[in-house]
């Protein structure tokens, strides 16, 4: 059972936006940033956004971040086929000190 | 570029220890502000934090996992290591070692993981 909720599925044809949604609490996403990785079938995640919406050198434009309260988002805009992965949120929680995840969701390209 | 590359055993027996070591390299351990992380993932699962450690040696490890759990460091020759001592068939997974990027500042913490290894399929089974 993990900290974060995600929605375990989502999809979209190309070109379309997506939001994947990631809610959390006071002590997590409430009160720290969030970041979200992207996880390519067989591979190690790799760090999408941080600090809520800030992106790592590389990392196209189309994904986006958002955070209001005790929930985040990320956004994928003009959807490609190379997007369909696992995505995952994650936050410092100071009731665990350390960080948490997401149970991630899977994102299908249709 | 900074790279991560974990190494051990990928078969473990119940009721042993677990040990990995992430080899830096493009980085040196030694120069601070970063947190040098062990994260897993079960089968068709997600993340989990297993603990942290800092140039300096103090480390931090998840409650939940936190009796079983030994990190270490050896900076000179930019490694850190993870045991995990009696194994379950429920530690069979795939471990992570990670770069963690944090601050706190204010009352807020910016935490995030840039940059991790490959990542090392562990099983525990006789």
């Known amino acids: 059972q993990s900290v974060l909720t995600q929605p375990p599925s989502a999809s979209g044809t190309p070109g379309q936006r997506v939001t994947i949604s990631c809610s959390g609490s006071r002590s997590n996403i409430g009160t720290n940033t969030v970041s979200w990785y992207q996880q390519l079938p067989g591979t190690a995640p790799k760090l999408l956004i941080y600090s809520n919406n800030q992106w790592p050198s590389g990392v196209p434009d189309r994904f986006s971040g958002f955070k209001s309260g005790t929930s985040a988002s990320l956004a994928i805009s003009g959807l490609q086929s190379e997007d369909e992965a696992d995505y995952y949120c994650?936050?410092?929680?100071?009731?665990?000190?350390?960080?948490?995840f997401g149970g991630g969701t899977k994102l299908t390209v249709l | 570029q900074v790279q991560l590359q974990e190494s051990g055993p990928g078969l473990v027996k119940p009721s042993q220890t677990l040990s990995l070591t992430c080899t830096v390299s493009?980085?040196?351990?030694?120069?601070?502000?970063?947190?040098w992380s062990w994260i897993r993932q079960h089968p068709g699962k997600g993340l989990e934090w297993i603990g942290y450690i800092y140039y300096s040696g103090s480390t931090y490890s998840n409650p939940s996992l936190k009796r079983r759990i030994t990190i270490s460091v050896d900076t000179s020759k930019k490694q850190f290591s993870l045991k995990l001592s009696s194994v379950t068939a429920a530690d069979t997974a795939v471990y992570y070692c990670?770069?963690?990027?944090?601050?706190?500042?204010?009352?807020?913490?910016?935490?995030?993981?840039?940059?991790w290894g490959q990542g090392a399929l562990v099983t525990v089974s006789s």
């Open positions: 994650a936050a410092w929680d100071d009731s665990l000190n350390g960080p948490v």
């Open positions: 493009g980085d040196s351990i030694s120069s601070g502000g970063y947190y």
């Open positions: 990670a770069r963690e990027s944090r601050y706190c500042t204010n009352g807020v913490c910016y935490s995030n993981f840039d940059y």
